[in-house]
């Protein structure tokens, strides 16, 4: 059974960073392309940044540059480094594998 | 970039009765291995999106077969035949051929 367990959210200061984690147990994270996809309070679906199996990377317009996407095949992990954090960051990040499986999603505030 | 727009932005639907959601796409979601990369989700309040119909029309692992999905190229569209009250929440609609893309989202509750 595939399972996605996403951590690391929290508060964090606006400038600040966080890194989120996404477990994945019943594949390897290396064999489907993964992504991360929030979801600010209220709001609607924004896909944020994809790492394909072969190991390219990609990322919205608004995350570009501060945000960076990887995983570990050995701990079976993807991640999400966010840094210079702002205020419209604000959001649930779920990790996702492909289009099937997603994460419960993980909530990242920043505010002063 | 690719923009979905999904119509309309809820609806209110009694038991029993059908539903149709529209999703448009600013450009095709055919792509040259002939799969058309368009899905359907249905994110329960409180819960994940969940997925419930991938290429358009075929349903995902365990989706009552009240929901189908149809279309091509730019114009997609989800419908429910008979509404149950377990099918409240917000469906999106989603491309795949160029990263992903969602649509704003159609709040369905029941009347």
């Known amino acids: 059974e595939v399972q996605l367990v996403e951590s690391g959210g929290g508060l964090v200061q606006p400038g600040g960073s966080l890194r989120l984690s996404c477990a994945a147990s019943g594949f390897t994270v290396s064999s489907k392309y993964m992504s991360w996809i929030r979801q600010a309070p209220g709001k609607g679906l924004e896909w944020v940044s994809v790492?394909?199996?072969?190991?390219?990377?990609y990322y919205a317009d608004s995350v570009k540059g501060r945000f960076t996407i990887s995983r570990d095949n050995s701990k079976n992990t993807l991640y999400l480094q966010m840094n210079s954090l702002r205020a419209e960051d604000t959001a649930v990040y779920y990790c996702?594998?492909?289009?099937?499986?997603w994460g419960q999603g993980t909530l990242v505030t920043v505010s002063s | 970039d690719i923009v979905m727009t999904q119509t309309p932005l809820s609806l209110s639907v009694t038991p029993g009765q059908p539903a149709s959601i529209s999703c448009k796409s600013s450009?095709?979601?055919?792509?040259?291995?002939?799969?058309?990369?368009l899905y359907w989700y249905l994110q329960k309040p409180g819960q994940s999106p969940q997925l419930l119909i991938y290429?358009?029309?075929s349903r995902f692992s365990g989706v009552p077969d009240r929901f189908s999905g149809s279309g091509s190229g730019t114009d997609f569209t989800l419908k429910i035949s008979r509404v149950e009250a377990e099918d409240v929440g917000v469906y999106y609609c989603m491309q795949a051929i160029q990263f992903l893309t969602f649509g704003g989202g159609t709040k369905v509750e029941i009347k």
């Open positions: 450009q095709s979601l055919l792509h040259s291995d002939g799969k058309t990369y």
């Open positions: 790492i394909y199996s072969g190991g390219s990377t």
């Open positions: 290429e358009v029309s």
């Open positions: 996702a594998r492909a289009v099937g499986d």
